[in-house]
């Protein structure tokens, strides 16, 4: 059976709750599925007095695992419109995998969340993208068959990119049903996805 990993980064929780909705997606779709956070770098006391979410049940990746999956899904936040330093720090130690080619040919992918609608989601996502290309991955994003993302009857995040979502500026905003779905439907084609290439 096909196995995802969903690996994810998350200050405030946004990421998180995105996370599990595409982790159901792709276990619907009949991949086995790990869902997993790279350690925070931000001493416990920062963490604290900023109102981090430090309560997330996720465990800790290690590099070392990454080879154990098919497809591997990576979500963050945007810092500035790039990935944050936390997932940023933890693929940086790939270098080895990346020597050995060791991800090559697998399946990857991206999903986000923002502040504001127009804060970097597309960029933040391609930085992500990026970093999977180099892998050698095969990219699956967020095509229109979630047909959700052409909504104008409200604001929400999700384009042909990756799943995302928008949190407002003080983070009051959580993940909509229509932003859950498309992160759903992304977990949904990585695994199959996952499942046509490796079975
Ligand atoms: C240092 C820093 C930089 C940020 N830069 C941006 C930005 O460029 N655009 C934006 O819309 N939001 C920005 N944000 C807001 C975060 O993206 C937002 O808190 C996050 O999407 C919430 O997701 P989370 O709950 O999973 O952490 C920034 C936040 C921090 C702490």
């Given at each position: 059976m096909a196995k995802v990993l969903v690996l994810y980064y998350s200050t405030y929780g946004h990421i998180e709750q995105m996370a599990n909705a595409l982790a159901e997606g792709a276990r619907a779709a009949g991949a086995t599925v790990d869902i997993k956070r790279v350690p925070e770098t931000v001493p416990e006391d920062i963490a604290r007095n900023g109102h981090f979410?430090?309560?997330?049940?996720a465990p800790v990746a290690t590099v070392n695992e990454l080879p154990d999956y098919d497809a591997i899904v990576i979500g963050a936040p945007t810092r500035y419109g790039r990935m944050p330093s936390q997932m940023a720090a933890f693929l940086d130690q790939t270098g080895g995998l990346w020597a050995k080619g060791a991800l090559n040919g697998k399946v990857g992918a991206a999903f986000t969340s923002t502040a504001?609608?127009?804060?970097?989601q597309e960029t933040t996502l391609f930085s992500i993208v990026t970093n999977l290309l180099h892998f050698g991955m095969v990219v699956v994003g967020l095509p229109?068959?979630?047909?959700?993302?052409?909504?104008?009857?409200e604001i929400t995040g999700c384009s042909p990119y990756g799943a995302s979502t928008i949190a407002g500026g003080q983070g009051q905003r959580q993940p909509s049903g229509n932003e859950l779905d498309g992160a759903r439907h992304q977990g949904e084609l990585v695994a199959k996805t996952a499942i046509k290439l490796f079975g």
């Open positions: 979410k430090l309560d997330q049940p504001t609608q127009h804060g970097g229109y068959s979630f047909a959700g993302q052409m909504t104008l009857d």
